[in-house]
């Protein structure tokens, strides 16, 4: 499903990616590990097409098409969702309306109708169970005066409304505490299936608990550094970062 | 130019003349418009050696050759100037065409309360005491554009509340202007009081219907006596070449609440001057403002709050989107007296530029002479944030949508408090519509 090849990026001629190769196919959960400053963000934004980001080598594909020039909504549009760590505030817009927007944007640009004002709502009333989000919750404006909590929970019931192909969730467990971080992985697993794909970025090895990776990358300056399975998180867990750094030098 | 710029000034000055002819010259406010002629004739057009006009220039305008009487009476059938109501809903309306009231599409009423005409309240000696109590008594006697509508001031919307009252529906103030002169100037005169807890809500709106040439300078007395409650809503959206200088001169007693809202969406020069004066305590003094402007528009947000009491509070929140090459300033002067103890000012002005050549002006600027207050005011200026257009995005929404909800979101703040809903709904419209976007949903 997505492939990444040899991707080089960075921004105003700072390098902050240095040759990635990752591939993940459909049915497969992969977590993307590594310290403050090793790229990981720069990763989940360059495949989420952030402009800001130059892409100087190696490239992008999704379902074997060439990501190059392809903006982040028509990524969106193919399936494409990111988990903001720090989700935006729009004042007077409600989370309903802003969904419905995103949802018939997406739907425009397949060619669809919008979607019926029914099943909107029954849509809405399905996923916002899922994530045991309040109704009330869902007439405020979007991320306005949400806690840390909130925001995460809302990202995920976003991604739950757009049931993307393609989830690259960054740091979706900062800021939660352990019962907010059950109910978003709880969200998460429901929504795997052997049709998508998820990419979780963490710093901690505490949110692979309850979404179990069937790959875990370590990226260290800009670079996957080592690649295996679930027990290499509880391995780096064990060991510290300091360990690949080590590692790595030598 | 030189010679051109008197011209404009020695036409409205020679106009005086003429104008005594049409009036009533034994009534009190005659003296009043005879003193007002005179200051203006001393000072003239503003000009931007002056501190309050630096950003501001009235050159071009008066090189127009402006029609200051209008040679006929004009009609407009209703189905051509309904969109410019608020039609959704029922309410009062003083309506003037070409400056000259229109009682086909007015709606006024006497039933326990007065929304009628200048001209009636000036000529009918039951209003009297009351134009003797109130007329130009707040308007300041010494700006020059406020002395120049004083000494014409004939026509215009008259409201009385007495003690207790609150009409049943809004007034709409409408001003059309027909284009059937070439140029026109227009200089409505309103007087609004409201007695005691007493309460009312006021739409106005300026609207040419042809690319002749208006200029309005109209000028608004409003008293709030006490408990009172005003909401005023002025909408400007005109076409790109009327030009509005608006001056609205508030008077509250204690507990009363005037909140002004300005709405700046259109028009080629606008200067706003909304001043008000706190005569009491525990008064709330409110203005906010949406300004959304393109290609070479220009306006002017000058506010003046002056706390004169203690224990009173003013709030003002203006947001401005500015694009292409145009030009805005917000200059918000707050005096605190000595006396007036325990006072809450609260002042914000924030801009977003979209365009390289568009320009924004803002300075606050504060007095204060008590030492128990609480003042605060801040501005910004900048571009619309990247990382939420981007989050917009990867939500599928297109940039150019994503960039119009983010300036709607913007200006959001200043909309929450239009309390009459179908003009909240208007306005999101005109804004959404500026913004150049249809969204998926009604904003």
């Known amino acids: 499903m997505l492939k990444v090849n040899n991707l080089h990026a960075g921004v105003e001629g700072n390098e902050i990616l240095n040759g990635i190769n990752l591939e993940v196919n459909a049915g497969e959960v992969h977590a993307i590990m590594g310290p403050n400053g090793s790229g990981k963000s720069t990763l989940a934004a360059v495949i989420a097409g952030k402009e800001e980001f130059e892409i100087t080598e190696g490239n992008i594909e999704l379902d074997g098409e060439d990501m190059e020039d392809t903006s982040p909504e028509e990524r969106a549009h193919k399936g494409v969702f990111l988990s903001f760590q720090y989700p935006v505030e729009i004042p007077g817009v409600s989370v309903t309306n802003f969904m419905k927007t995103a949802i018939n944007e997406s739907r425009k640009a397949r060619g669809q109708e919008d979607m019926p004002a029914n099943e909107m709502l029954k849509l809405i009333r399905e996923k916002s169970e899922l994530l045991e989000i309040d109704r009330k919750f869902l007439s405020r404006s979007l991320n306005e005066g949400f806690s840390g909590g909130e925001k995460k929970r809302n990202e995920i019931f976003q991604m739950a409304m757009l049931e993307p192909k393609l989830a690259i969730l960054d740091e979706t467990d900062s800021g939660l505490d352990i019962d907010a971080l059950r109910i978003v992985a709880n969200g998460v697993n429901k929504l795997r299936n052997k049709d998508n794909a998820i990419v979780v970025i963490t710093h901690y090895q505490r949110l692979l608990e309850y979404i179990v990776p069937d790959f875990v990358h370590v990226l260290h300056e800009g670079k996957i550094v080592k690649s295996g399975t679930k027990e290499l998180a509880l391995e780096l867990e064990e060991k510290g970062y300091d360990w690949i750094k080590n590692e790595t030098v030598v | 130019m030189e ?19 049409n009036v009533d010259v034994d009534h009190p406010v005659h003296d009043i418009r005879s003193e007002a002629i005179k200051n203006f004739e001393n000072k003239g057009f503003p000009n931007r050696k002056q501190e309050a006009w630096k950003y501001t220039s009235l050159n071009n305008l008066q090189k127009i050759d402006f029609s200051i009487f209008p040679k006929k009476i004009n009609a407009l059938e209703y189905k051509d100037v309904k969109p410019y109501f608020l039609h959704e809903i029922d309410t009062y309306k003083i309506v003037f065409i070409d400056g000259i009231y229109s009682s086909f599409l007015s709606e006024t009423t006497h039933e326990g309360v007065d929304i009628c ?13 009351v134009i003797d109590v109130y007329f130009n008594q707040v308007a300041s006697k010494d700006e020059s554009l406020t002395t120049l509508n004083t000494a014409f001031s004939k026509e215009g919307a008259y409201i009385y509340i007495p003690k207790n009252k609150m009409p049943k529906k809004p007034i709409e103030i409408l001003h059309f202007a027909t284009g059937n002169e070439a140029a026109l100037l227009l200089q409505p005169r309103n007087l609004i009081i409201a007695e005691e807890n007493a309460e009312l809500q006021i739409i106005e709106r300026h609207q040419n219907l042809t690319s002749n040439e208006v200029m309005t300078n109209s000028v608004t007395e409003i008293f709030a ?8 809503y002025k909408v400007q959206n005109d076409v790109e070449n009327a030009s509005l200088i608006d001056n609205t001169y508030i008077s509250q007693k204690s507990n009363s609440t005037v909140k002004v809202h300005t709405f700046s969406l259109g028009g080629k020069l606008t200067r706003n001057n909304l001043n008000y004066y706190q005569n009491g305590e525990y008064i709330d003094s409110t203005m906010k403002g949406v300004t959304i402007l393109g290609n070479k528009q220009h306006v002017d947000h000058h506010t003046l709050v002056h706390h004169k009491e203690p224990n009173c509070e003013s709030h003002q929140d203006y947001k401005g989107i500015y694009g292409e090459k145009s030009t805005g300033v917000f200059n918000g002067k707050i005096i605190v007296d000595k006396i007036a103890q325990k006072t809450n000012a609260f002042q914000q002005n924030n801009n977003i530029l979209i365009s390289d050549k568009a320009t924004i002006n803002t300075k606050p600027q504060l007095e204060i002479f008590a030492d128990d207050v609480k003042c605060s005011h801040g501005c910004t200026i900048g571009q619309l944030d990247e990382e939420a257009l981007f989050y917009l995005q990867t939500r599928g929404i297109p940039k150019k949508e994503a960039a119009a909800l983010l300036m709607y979101a913007f200006s959001n703040n200043v909309l929450e408090s239009v309390r009459i809903p179908e003009l909240k709904i208007r306005i999101n419209k005109l804004i959404a519509s500026k913004l150049g976007v249809q969204l998926g949903f009604d904003l």
């Open chain 2, 225 to 232: 006596a006490k408990n009172a409650i005003i909401d005023y």
């Open chain 2, 117 to 129: 005409l200048m001209s009636a309240a000036l000529r009918k000696p039951m209003y009297k005491q």
């Open chain 2, 3 to 21: 010679k051109k710029t008197m011209d404009l000034k020695e036409k409205l000055v020679s106009s005086f003349l003429a104008f005594e002819n």
